[in-house]
């Protein structure tokens, strides 16, 4: 349908209200012809895009959604199913390079002609005010974590050193096997809760390459992983380098890397380690102005969702046999690096990523 008939229809009186009605609410109202070419953005949608009303008309799909593909397949597919659709998705603003976390939702205008009605809502301000409560829960259970696992290492210490003093005594080897196993299910418990107090020391700030990071991760992998797992690569060569504890965030990567793994070693699947520089990412309440984020995506089965306030406490797992005790160590390194740890999980697509400022990485700590 021509750009003129669209107008021309739009020009009744009850066009006119239409076109005002859509400039007046929050969610991003776009329309696009059945040649992918914009016909109608209202005002939400001219905010989350960074993009003029008047210029923008005509622009084609692909264009306007440069940043993210998931929103120009799904528009395709309605166009040619005849079917609605919606999907998770991130924008970004061509003016000022803000990033909008939001649900796009498809769905196809039939009279003479075919439309695609697109719907953008944000859902950025209900991710913030869910990270402010994780962030408060998180701060009183590390708090009780570590009043706990104190309480814990004081009886085990005297149950060690007592169970020491009765095998010196004992008379027969057959008796001290008793003793030994006391010993060691003393130290094995020792080194759980030392696990959760992360018990690893100042960090040793350097600039570190980011890539030596992902790549050392990767080889230890690449060797240790199921043969149905693919690992790939999606590499920013431009990343400049961060001041961090190498070994640290070493370890935090591979207990994330790891846990995808897992989750689709049951089925073939791949795990991607992906690293970008991000503009005015916001992390556990903070807006970060230049990022450098070091991510790993799976294609697994996702975490529960009504796991996903609790996965970094510790003690928390998804697996049987798990320990739970992988992702909050990892917290605790990347913090201490000065840097966060976001999470977002759906069937088929979970990512974590460790997000480090690059405005302020060299201040003391």
Not at 29 to 37: C, G, S, T, V
Not at 164 to 173: A, F, G, M, N, Y
Request: glycine share 4%; charged share 25%.
């Amino acid at each position: 349908m021509p750009l003129a008939s669209v107008k021309k229809a739009c020009s009744t009186e009850l066009g006119d209200l239409i076109l005002e009605a859509m400039d007046n609410v929050s969610i991003g109202i776009i329309i696009f012809d059945d040649e992918y070419k914009l016909l109608s953005i209202n005002i939400a949608a001219q905010s989350f895009l960074g993009l003029g009303k008047h210029s923008s008309i005509g622009n084609a799909l692909d264009e306007v959604f440069f940043f993210s593909a998931a929103i120009p397949d799904m528009c395709k597919k309605t166009l040619v199913n005849n079917n609605s659709y919606d999907c998770y998705a991130e924008v970004l603003s061509k003016i000022n390079q803000v990033s909008t976390n939001v649900i796009a939702k498809s769905s196809l205008i039939e009279n003479q002609d075919r439309f695609i009605l697109l719907e953008l809502i944000d859902i950025t301000k209900n991710e913030a005010l869910r990270d402010e409560r994780l962030n408060s829960q998180q701060q009183l259970n590390k708090k009780l974590a570590r009043q706990l696992a104190h309480e814990i290492k004081n009886p085990l210490g005297g149950l060690r050193g007592a169970a020491q003093l009765l095998d010196r005594k004992l008379p027969s080897q057959e008796l001290q096997k008793y003793t030994k196993i006391i010993i060691h299910e003393s130290d094995r418990l020792t080194s759980l809760v030392d696990s959760i107090l992360v018990t690893s020391g100042r960090p040793a700030m350097k600039e570190v390459n980011p890539h030596e990071i992902t790549e050392r991760v990767f080889a230890l992998l690449q060797k240790s992983s199921p043969k149905g797992v693919s690992l790939l690569k999606d590499y920013d060569p431009s990343l400049p380098p961060i001041y961090v504890d190498f070994n640290q965030i070493v370890q935090a990567y591979l207990n994330i890397a790891k846990n995808a793994v897992e989750a689709i070693s049951d089925n073939d699947g791949t795990v991607t380690f992906k690293t970008r520089i991000e503009f005015n990412r916001v992390a556990h309440l903070r807006r970060i102005p230049i990022a450098a984020t070091l991510s790993v995506i799976d294609d697994g089965p996702g975490i529960p969702e009504e796991l996903m306030d609790n996965i970094f406490y510790p003690l928390v797992s998804t697996k049987e046999t798990g320990s739970g005790l992988g992702l909050a160590i990892a917290q605790g390194l990347v913090e201490r690096n000065k840097g966060s740890i976001a999470a977002k999980s759906r069937p088929q697509y979970t990512v974590f990523s460790l997000i480090f400022p690059l405005s302020d990485t060299r201040e003391t700590l």
